[in-house]
């Protein structure tokens, strides 16, 4: 029997094999490697799909994230409020500008930023919000969008799970006054390495995040800023403009896949992902939650299907974090991480596969 991976790029890359090999080699040819045409014209056929006016390549989401904190004056004495309950890279963001993350829990039926309790942490200190499009999902952002415009407040979109989603119509990406995404290989729409992008309907701060990502030069040798090396590679960026193409193809295929679980599924004692009224959900993850975790995932392993969990521990647990003194009460986030398991989600799941799981669920719930 075959096994189910979680995610496969295998399959990925036998259906578009032959424009990936041109593209690299359109690359090699040019002999422009890093901040060439490649990625001139990604961001800019990036900044369209998107709907927003810039696009700004780096070389990971986390330094998009990193990039966007410092770009905005986030810094010492500066408070941003936001999640726990996500990748580490977006507290790591917040952290290393000096600043202090200040979090909220979250809703329990999307996993995203419970934005209810927003108002209530925000101080004299908060400088920014920074929200977490989470498995795919967007967070609700009305009342944010309110709440930072009453005070004076930036927002910050961590989209890097969200490729392609949207809020009421509206890509992700266009909901604050930045958003960042990552093109790890395993997103929506991944590189082959670490890439990175922000984007941005601010010609100041876009013209600083281009500073930024390069030393913080404005001119080849005169440096205005001090910024870092956080250049995308030309390699990376021709893949990407290739995988472009079919991004929203396949995420209707995660979205159909996901809609044959959650019919599968009913009558199962597990819960299924929710898509808000607002919401579309592109499903980077197909997430459920379970009473007995590592009995099911022990489980599914014995059969052949691949699980993961996207997180185990929340960032105001993890050791390197315990010095932030966090005292807001997470619930939520604590009792989802211990609940939460990632099953295989990817564009070529067929039907016989994802029977295969569902009936592997099945039989642990009766048991």
């Not at 080699?25 to 056929?45: A, D, H, P």
């Not at 059969?303 to 939520?332: D, M």
């Amino acid at each position: 029997m075959n096994a189910i991976p979680i995610v496969d790029l295998k399959r990925e890359f036998s259906e578009i094999r032959s424009e990936i090999m041109r593209a690299i080699i359109r690359v090699l040819e040019s002999q422009w490697f890093v901040l060439g045409n490649e990625v001139e014209e990604f961001e800019r056929e990036f900044s369209h799909y998107i709907g927003a006016k810039y696009a700004i390549g780096v070389n990971s989401g986390s330094d998009a994230l990193f990039l966007a904190v410092k770009a905005l004056g986030v810094g010492p004495g500066d408070e941003v409020i936001t999640v726990s309950n996500t990748y580490i890279s977006t507290v790591d963001a917040i952290v290393r500008n000096a600043a202090t993350p200040i979090f909220v829990d979250i809703d329990p039926d999307t996993y995203t930023m419970d934005v209810s309790q927003v108002r209530s942490k925000v101080s004299s200190r908060t400088k920014a919000i920074l929200p977490v499009h989470l498995y795919g999902h967007p967070t609700s952002m009305e009342e944010l969008k309110s709440i930072a415009l009453e005070k004076g407040l930036t927002i910050i979109e961590d989209a890097c799970q969200a490729h392609g989603a949207e809020f009421r119509g509206t890509k992700v990406g266009n909901l604050g006054d930045v958003a960042c995404f990552s093109f790890y290989p395993s997103k929506n729409l991944g590189a082959y390495g670490d890439s990175g992008l922000l984007v941005t309907n601010n010609d100041q701060l876009a013209e600083k995040l281009r500073m930024l990502r390069n030393y913080g030069q404005v001119r080849r040798f005169e440096h205005e800023l001090v910024g870092v090396n956080s250049r995308m590679d030309d390699l990376q960026a021709a893949i990407l403009r290739t995988k472009l193409v079919y991004l929203d193809r396949w995420n209707a295929a995660r979205r159909e896949a996901a809609s044959l679980y959650n019919k599968l599924f009913e009558g199962v004692d597990i819960v299924t992902p929710v898509e808000a009224p607002y919401a579309k959900h592109v499903y980077h993850l197909y997430v459920v939650r379970c009473k007995d975790r590592e009995r099911l995932r022990t489980r599914l392993a014995t059969e052949g299907v691949q699980t993961a969990i996207h997180y185990p521990i929340p960032v105001h647990k993890q050791r390197a974090y315990l010095q932030l003194g966090h005292t807001s009460n997470l619930s939520e986030t604590e009792k989802a991480c211990q609940e939460i398991l990632s099953l295989p989600m990817h564009p070529w799941l067929n039907e016989d596969e994802i029977s295969r799981v569902v009936h592997t669920v099945e039989k642990v719930s009766r048991e």
